[in-house]
Protein backbone atom coordinates (compact mmCIF):
# COMPACT_ATOMS: atom_id res chain seq x y z
CA UNK A 1 0.00 0.00 0.00
CA UNK A 2 1.23 3.35 -1.12
CA UNK A 3 1.99 5.96 1.92
CA UNK A 4 -0.93 8.41 0.22
CA UNK A 5 -3.11 5.54 0.19
CA UNK A 6 -2.18 4.59 3.81
CA UNK A 7 -2.54 8.31 4.51
CA UNK A 8 -6.27 8.36 3.07
CA UNK A 9 -7.01 5.73 5.06
CA UNK A 10 -5.80 6.64 8.41
CA UNK A 11 -7.16 9.69 7.79
CA UNK A 12 -10.80 8.25 6.98
CA UNK A 13 -10.98 6.04 10.08
CA UNK A 14 -10.12 8.79 12.45
CA UNK A 15 -12.14 11.17 10.96
CA UNK A 16 -15.41 8.62 11.52
CA UNK A 17 -14.07 7.49 15.06
CA UNK A 18 -14.13 11.61 15.87
CA UNK A 19 -17.80 12.06 14.09
CA UNK A 20 -18.82 8.71 16.33
CA UNK A 21 -17.61 10.65 19.30
CA UNK A 22 -19.35 13.52 18.61
CA UNK A 23 -22.59 11.94 17.42
CA UNK A 24 -22.86 9.91 21.05
CA UNK A 25 -22.23 13.19 22.92
CA UNK A 26 -24.58 15.01 21.45
CA UNK A 27 -26.57 12.09 21.96
CA UNK A 28 -26.19 12.40 25.54
CA UNK A 29 -27.41 15.63 25.96
CA UNK A 30 -30.15 16.14 23.50
CA UNK A 31 -31.71 12.22 23.64
CA UNK A 32 -34.09 14.11 21.01
CA UNK A 33 -34.22 10.35 19.99
CA UNK A 34 -34.29 7.42 22.06
CA UNK A 35 -31.77 4.62 21.52
CA UNK A 36 -32.95 1.19 21.02
CA UNK A 37 -31.17 -2.00 20.61
CA UNK A 38 -31.58 -4.08 16.87
CA UNK A 39 -30.66 -7.20 17.86
CA UNK A 40 -29.79 -9.80 14.81
CA UNK A 41 -31.23 -13.83 15.18
CA UNK A 42 -28.56 -15.58 17.11
CA UNK A 43 -27.03 -19.55 17.17
CA UNK A 44 -25.42 -21.31 19.72
CA UNK A 45 -25.00 -24.69 21.19
CA UNK A 46 -26.00 -26.27 24.64
CA UNK A 47 -22.95 -24.82 26.46
CA UNK A 48 -23.01 -21.21 24.86
CA UNK A 49 -25.07 -18.59 23.01
CA UNK A 50 -23.49 -16.00 20.21
CA UNK A 51 -25.29 -13.45 19.68
CA UNK A 52 -24.64 -9.77 17.96
CA UNK A 53 -26.79 -6.76 17.60
CA UNK A 54 -26.17 -2.88 17.36
CA UNK A 55 -27.46 0.06 19.37
CA UNK A 56 -29.22 2.79 17.28
CA UNK A 57 -31.35 6.20 17.38
CA UNK A 58 -35.36 5.03 16.83
CA UNK A 59 -36.05 5.35 12.97
CA UNK A 60 -38.65 3.51 12.25
CA UNK A 61 -39.28 2.17 9.04
CA UNK A 62 -42.57 0.86 7.82
CA UNK A 63 -43.37 -2.68 6.80
CA UNK A 64 -42.90 -3.49 2.79
CA UNK A 65 -46.08 -3.15 0.33
CA UNK A 66 -46.94 -4.08 -3.29
CA UNK A 67 -48.36 -0.28 -3.00
CA UNK A 68 -45.00 1.26 -2.76
CA UNK A 69 -44.01 3.94 -5.02
CA UNK A 70 -40.28 3.54 -6.03
CA UNK A 71 -39.63 6.83 -4.16
CA UNK A 72 -41.08 5.33 -1.34
CA UNK A 73 -38.61 2.67 -1.66
CA UNK A 74 -35.64 4.66 -1.84
CA UNK A 75 -36.80 6.79 1.21
CA UNK A 76 -36.59 3.36 3.02
CA UNK A 77 -32.86 2.25 1.60
CA UNK A 78 -31.65 5.87 2.51
CA UNK A 79 -32.98 5.51 5.94
CA UNK A 80 -31.37 2.22 6.28
CA UNK A 81 -28.09 3.45 5.52
CA UNK A 82 -28.53 6.81 7.17
CA UNK A 83 -28.58 5.16 10.51
CA UNK A 84 -27.31 7.22 13.43
CA UNK A 85 -25.73 4.80 15.86
CA UNK A 86 -25.04 4.90 19.54
CA UNK A 87 -21.14 4.01 19.92
CA UNK A 88 -20.15 2.66 23.12
CA UNK A 89 -23.82 1.75 24.60
CA UNK A 90 -23.36 -0.73 27.39
CA UNK A 91 -26.24 -3.83 26.71
CA UNK A 92 -27.41 -6.61 29.14
CA UNK A 93 -28.84 -9.83 28.28
CA UNK A 94 -30.36 -12.25 30.05
CA UNK A 95 -30.95 -15.93 29.11
CA UNK A 96 -31.67 -19.32 31.48
CA UNK A 97 -30.90 -16.78 34.79
CA UNK A 98 -27.61 -15.59 33.15
CA UNK A 99 -26.85 -11.75 32.83
CA UNK A 100 -24.00 -10.96 30.68
CA UNK A 101 -22.85 -7.29 29.94
CA UNK A 102 -20.91 -5.84 26.92
CA UNK A 103 -20.13 -2.45 25.43
CA UNK A 104 -20.74 -1.88 21.80
CA UNK A 105 -18.05 -0.54 19.83
CA UNK A 106 -17.56 2.51 18.09
CA UNK A 107 -20.13 2.27 15.10
CA UNK A 108 -22.63 0.87 17.73
CA UNK A 109 -22.19 -3.01 17.32
CA UNK A 110 -21.75 -5.56 20.00
CA UNK A 111 -21.30 -9.41 20.22
CA UNK A 112 -22.14 -11.23 23.29
CA UNK A 113 -21.37 -14.95 24.34
CA UNK A 114 -23.91 -15.94 27.02
CA UNK A 115 -22.63 -18.67 28.98
CA UNK A 116 -25.96 -21.27 29.21
CA UNK A 117 -26.92 -24.77 30.37
CA UNK A 118 -24.46 -25.83 32.62
CA UNK A 119 -27.02 -28.10 34.10
CA UNK A 120 -27.19 -29.58 30.67
CA UNK A 121 -31.27 -28.88 29.83
CA UNK A 122 -31.25 -26.07 27.79
CA UNK A 123 -31.28 -28.24 25.02
CA UNK A 124 -35.66 -29.31 24.01
CA UNK A 125 -37.10 -31.01 21.52
CA UNK A 126 -40.17 -29.00 21.34
CA UNK A 127 -38.32 -26.29 19.55
CA UNK A 128 -35.17 -24.79 18.85
CA UNK A 129 -35.41 -20.72 19.14
CA UNK A 130 -34.50 -19.56 22.52
CA UNK A 131 -35.30 -15.78 23.58
CA UNK A 132 -32.82 -13.87 25.31
CA UNK A 133 -34.02 -10.57 27.05
CA UNK A 134 -31.91 -7.49 26.16
CA UNK A 135 -32.06 -3.89 28.13
CA UNK A 136 -29.91 -0.76 27.68
CA UNK A 137 -27.82 -0.29 30.80
CA UNK A 138 -26.02 3.23 29.44
CA UNK A 139 -27.62 5.36 27.64
CA UNK A 140 -30.17 4.67 30.06
CA UNK A 141 -33.38 3.35 28.86
CA UNK A 142 -36.93 5.25 28.01
CA UNK A 143 -39.20 5.43 30.75
CA UNK A 144 -41.64 3.91 27.78
CA UNK A 145 -39.09 1.80 25.82
CA UNK A 146 -40.97 -1.81 25.54
CA UNK A 147 -38.34 -4.69 26.05
CA UNK A 148 -36.16 -6.23 23.48
CA UNK A 149 -35.95 -9.80 22.92
CA UNK A 150 -33.92 -11.69 20.70
CA UNK A 151 -33.97 -15.20 19.53
CA UNK A 152 -31.01 -18.21 19.13
CA UNK A 153 -30.85 -20.78 16.92
CA UNK A 154 -29.66 -24.01 18.76
CA UNK A 155 -29.80 -27.03 16.39
CA UNK A 156 -31.46 -30.11 17.56
CA UNK A 157 -28.63 -32.85 18.90
CA UNK A 158 -30.41 -35.07 16.25
CA UNK A 159 -30.46 -33.16 13.18
CA UNK A 160 -28.66 -34.57 10.10
CA UNK A 161 -26.80 -31.71 9.02
CA UNK A 162 -26.87 -28.19 8.60
CA UNK A 163 -26.65 -25.60 5.33
CA UNK A 164 -25.06 -22.80 4.63
CA UNK A 165 -26.33 -20.25 1.85
CA UNK A 166 -25.35 -17.07 0.07
CA UNK A 167 -28.51 -14.81 -0.51
CA UNK A 168 -27.63 -12.50 -3.37
CA UNK A 169 -28.37 -14.15 -6.76
CA UNK A 170 -28.30 -17.66 -5.09
CA UNK A 171 -31.91 -16.88 -3.17
CA UNK A 172 -32.60 -13.92 -4.04
CA UNK A 173 -32.40 -12.34 -8.08
CA UNK A 174 -29.93 -9.42 -7.55
CA UNK A 175 -27.87 -9.58 -10.70
CA UNK A 176 -24.86 -9.31 -8.77
CA UNK A 177 -22.21 -9.21 -11.77
CA UNK A 178 -24.63 -6.48 -13.63
CA UNK A 179 -23.12 -3.92 -10.63
CA UNK A 180 -25.80 -0.84 -12.25
CA UNK A 181 -28.73 -3.09 -12.66
CA UNK A 182 -28.02 -4.30 -9.26
CA UNK A 183 -27.77 -0.83 -7.66
CA UNK A 184 -30.94 -0.26 -9.18
CA UNK A 185 -32.79 -3.21 -8.29
CA UNK A 186 -31.35 -2.65 -4.68
CA UNK A 187 -32.47 1.07 -4.18
CA UNK A 188 -35.50 0.79 -5.87
CA UNK A 189 -37.15 -2.30 -4.73
CA UNK A 190 -38.51 -3.49 -1.21
CA UNK A 191 -38.83 -7.31 -0.05
CA UNK A 192 -42.26 -7.63 -1.39
CA UNK A 193 -41.33 -6.71 -5.12
CA UNK A 194 -37.85 -7.66 -4.99
CA UNK A 195 -38.00 -12.19 -5.97
CA UNK A 196 -36.60 -15.25 -5.71
CA UNK A 197 -35.38 -17.73 -7.70
CA UNK A 198 -38.30 -20.41 -8.83
CA UNK A 199 -38.42 -22.70 -6.71
CA UNK A 200 -36.13 -21.51 -3.91
CA UNK A 201 -38.65 -21.69 -1.31
CA UNK A 202 -39.69 -25.17 -2.02
CA UNK A 203 -36.21 -26.20 -2.18
CA UNK A 204 -34.86 -24.62 1.51
CA UNK A 205 -37.74 -25.84 3.16
CA UNK A 206 -37.37 -29.11 1.57
CA UNK A 207 -33.43 -29.00 3.03
CA UNK A 208 -34.20 -28.04 6.34
CA UNK A 209 -37.25 -31.03 7.30
CA UNK A 210 -34.73 -33.23 5.58
CA UNK A 211 -35.68 -36.91 5.75
CA UNK A 212 -34.94 -37.32 9.61
CA UNK A 213 -37.33 -36.80 12.59
CA UNK A 214 -35.23 -33.28 13.94
CA UNK A 215 -35.48 -30.70 11.33
CA UNK A 216 -31.87 -29.26 9.56
CA UNK A 217 -30.66 -25.91 10.49
CA UNK A 218 -30.41 -22.79 8.01
CA UNK A 219 -27.53 -20.57 8.08
CA UNK A 220 -27.46 -16.77 5.56
CA UNK A 221 -24.39 -15.76 4.59
CA UNK A 222 -23.97 -12.82 2.58
CA UNK A 223 -21.62 -9.82 2.07
CA UNK A 224 -24.47 -7.18 2.04
CA UNK A 225 -24.45 -4.82 5.04
CA UNK A 226 -25.99 -5.20 8.39
CA UNK A 227 -27.77 -2.00 7.34
CA UNK A 228 -29.85 -4.62 4.80
CA UNK A 229 -30.62 -6.80 7.54
CA UNK A 230 -34.35 -5.63 8.38
CA UNK A 231 -35.12 -5.80 4.71
CA UNK A 232 -33.63 -9.78 4.36
CA UNK A 233 -35.63 -11.00 7.15
CA UNK A 234 -38.76 -9.68 5.89
CA UNK A 235 -37.80 -10.86 2.77
CA UNK A 236 -37.12 -14.09 3.58
CA UNK A 237 -40.73 -14.21 5.85
CA UNK A 238 -42.57 -13.08 3.18
CA UNK A 239 -41.24 -15.81 1.05
CA UNK A 240 -41.16 -18.35 4.03
CA UNK A 241 -37.75 -19.67 3.68
CA UNK A 242 -36.68 -21.43 6.87
CA UNK A 243 -36.08 -18.91 9.59
CA UNK A 244 -32.40 -18.80 10.88
CA UNK A 245 -29.24 -16.66 11.80
CA UNK A 246 -28.21 -14.03 8.87
CA UNK A 247 -24.59 -12.87 8.23
CA UNK A 248 -23.58 -9.93 7.06
CA UNK A 249 -20.95 -7.64 7.04
CA UNK A 250 -19.66 -4.00 9.08
CA UNK A 251 -19.19 -1.94 5.18
CA UNK A 252 -17.42 0.66 7.96
CA UNK A 253 -14.20 2.35 7.48
CA UNK A 254 -11.10 0.62 8.64
CA UNK A 255 -7.58 2.32 9.09
CA UNK A 256 -6.48 -0.29 5.95
CA UNK A 257 -8.62 -0.05 3.30
CA UNK A 258 -12.42 1.19 3.42
CA UNK A 259 -14.31 -1.99 4.14
CA UNK A 260 -13.40 -3.70 7.25
CA UNK A 261 -13.89 -7.72 5.70
CA UNK A 262 -13.55 -9.08 2.08
CA UNK A 263 -15.96 -10.49 0.05
CA UNK A 264 -13.93 -13.73 0.44
CA UNK A 265 -12.79 -13.02 4.11
CA UNK A 266 -16.13 -12.58 5.36
CA UNK A 267 -17.84 -15.87 4.13
CA UNK A 268 -14.94 -18.08 4.55
CA UNK A 269 -14.27 -16.73 8.29
CA UNK A 270 -18.16 -17.23 8.84
CA UNK A 271 -17.81 -20.40 7.26
CA UNK A 272 -15.36 -21.94 9.59
CA UNK A 273 -16.97 -20.18 12.54
CA UNK A 274 -19.96 -22.81 11.96
CA UNK A 275 -18.04 -25.66 11.34
CA UNK A 276 -16.16 -25.55 14.49
CA UNK A 277 -19.02 -24.76 16.46
CA UNK A 278 -20.76 -27.54 15.71
CA UNK A 279 -18.50 -29.88 15.12
CA UNK A 280 -20.04 -33.00 14.77
CA UNK A 281 -22.54 -31.74 11.97
CA UNK A 282 -21.83 -32.32 8.51
CA UNK A 283 -22.39 -29.23 6.29
CA UNK A 284 -24.13 -28.41 2.75
CA UNK A 285 -23.06 -25.45 0.96
CA UNK A 286 -25.51 -23.26 -1.33
CA UNK A 287 -24.05 -20.09 -3.50
CA UNK A 288 -23.87 -18.91 -6.99
CA UNK A 289 -21.23 -18.76 -9.91
CA UNK A 290 -21.47 -15.23 -10.41
CA UNK A 291 -18.52 -14.20 -7.83
CA UNK A 292 -16.44 -16.17 -5.45
CA UNK A 293 -18.76 -19.19 -4.05
CA UNK A 294 -17.27 -21.72 -5.88
CA UNK A 295 -13.80 -20.62 -4.93
CA UNK A 296 -14.82 -19.71 -1.39
CA UNK A 297 -16.30 -23.25 -0.84
CA UNK A 298 -13.41 -25.37 -2.46
CA UNK A 299 -11.23 -23.69 0.22
CA UNK A 300 -13.58 -24.49 2.90
CA UNK A 301 -14.29 -27.90 1.80
CA UNK A 302 -10.30 -28.18 1.94
CA UNK A 303 -9.58 -27.56 5.59
CA UNK A 304 -12.67 -30.16 7.07
CA UNK A 305 -12.85 -32.64 4.22
CA UNK A 306 -15.57 -35.24 4.88
CA UNK A 307 -17.68 -32.51 6.77
CA UNK A 308 -19.15 -30.93 3.67
CA UNK A 309 -21.03 -33.85 1.56
CA UNK A 310 -22.62 -31.51 -0.91
CA UNK A 311 -22.06 -28.35 -2.33
CA UNK A 312 -24.52 -26.34 -4.91
CA UNK A 313 -23.71 -24.06 -7.08
CA UNK A 314 -26.65 -22.10 -9.07
CA UNK A 315 -25.41 -21.51 -12.46
CA UNK A 316 -25.58 -17.82 -13.03
CA UNK A 317 -22.93 -16.85 -15.25
CA UNK A 318 -21.12 -17.67 -18.91
CA UNK A 319 -20.47 -21.33 -20.43
CA UNK A 320 -16.73 -19.78 -19.75
CA UNK A 321 -17.30 -19.35 -15.77
CA UNK A 322 -19.56 -22.97 -16.09
CA UNK A 323 -15.97 -25.01 -17.01
CA UNK A 324 -14.20 -22.90 -14.29
CA UNK A 325 -16.66 -24.49 -11.82
CA UNK A 326 -16.16 -28.00 -13.29
CA UNK A 327 -12.70 -27.65 -12.55
CA UNK A 328 -12.93 -26.89 -8.65
CA UNK A 329 -15.34 -30.12 -9.03
CA UNK A 330 -13.04 -32.31 -9.54
CA UNK A 331 -10.84 -31.07 -6.57
CA UNK A 332 -13.92 -31.28 -3.88
CA UNK A 333 -14.32 -34.59 -5.08
CA UNK A 334 -10.60 -35.16 -3.89
CA UNK A 335 -12.14 -33.96 -0.14
CA UNK A 336 -15.11 -36.81 -0.06
CA UNK A 337 -17.46 -33.81 -1.36
CA UNK A 338 -19.91 -33.58 -4.55
CA UNK A 339 -19.58 -30.08 -6.02
CA UNK A 340 -22.86 -29.51 -8.42
CA UNK A 341 -23.32 -26.96 -10.70
CA UNK A 342 -26.93 -26.40 -11.04
CA UNK A 343 -29.11 -24.54 -13.92
CA UNK A 344 -32.23 -24.52 -10.90
CA UNK A 345 -34.19 -25.35 -8.58
CA UNK A 346 -34.81 -28.66 -9.75
CA UNK A 347 -31.33 -29.83 -10.38
CA UNK A 348 -30.67 -29.16 -6.94
CA UNK A 349 -33.73 -31.51 -5.21
CA UNK A 350 -32.83 -34.01 -7.58
CA UNK A 351 -29.21 -34.53 -6.21
CA UNK A 352 -30.55 -34.23 -2.77
CA UNK A 353 -32.85 -36.73 -2.92
CA UNK A 354 -30.01 -38.96 -4.72
CA UNK A 355 -28.14 -38.70 -1.38
CA UNK A 356 -30.83 -38.72 0.95
CA UNK A 357 -30.75 -35.03 2.12
CA UNK A 358 -34.51 -34.49 0.94
CA UNK A 359 -37.54 -36.58 0.81
CA UNK A 360 -37.90 -37.85 -3.03
CA UNK A 361 -41.34 -37.12 -2.89
CA UNK A 362 -40.97 -33.77 -1.68
CA UNK A 363 -38.11 -33.57 -4.39
CA UNK A 364 -39.87 -34.85 -7.71
CA UNK A 365 -42.74 -32.16 -7.29
CA UNK A 366 -40.00 -29.26 -7.18
CA UNK A 367 -38.67 -30.86 -10.09
CA UNK A 368 -42.16 -31.18 -11.88
CA UNK A 369 -43.41 -27.90 -10.80
CA UNK A 370 -41.91 -24.51 -12.14
CA UNK A 371 -37.91 -24.28 -11.07
Same mark, same amino acid.
Given at each position: MSFITDTIFRAGAALEERVDRWRYARHRRSRKRRAVIVPYRGFGTSDEIYLKGRVLDEKRIPPASDEHRLWHNLRAMYRRFESDEVPYARIAAFVEGHRVEVEADDEGYFDLRIPVGQDGNIVRSDHAWYPVNLSLVDPAPATDAPPTTAAALIPHPDASFGVITDVDDTILITNAARRLQMLRTTLFGNARTRLPFPGVADLYRALHQGTGEAPNPVFYLSSSPWNLYDFLAEFMDIHQLPKGPLFLRDLGIDRTKFFKTSH !???? /??? $??? /? @? @?? %????? %?? /? $? #??? #????? !? $??? @??? !?? %?? #??????? $?RDVTTRGRDQEVRDLARSVRDYGGDMVLARDSGAVAEHAAQHGFVDPKTAENLIEGPR
Open positions: !ESHK /LAQ $IRR /L @M @MT %FPNLP %FI /L $I #GDS #GQHDP !E $IYR @MAV !EH %FP #GRIPAVY $I
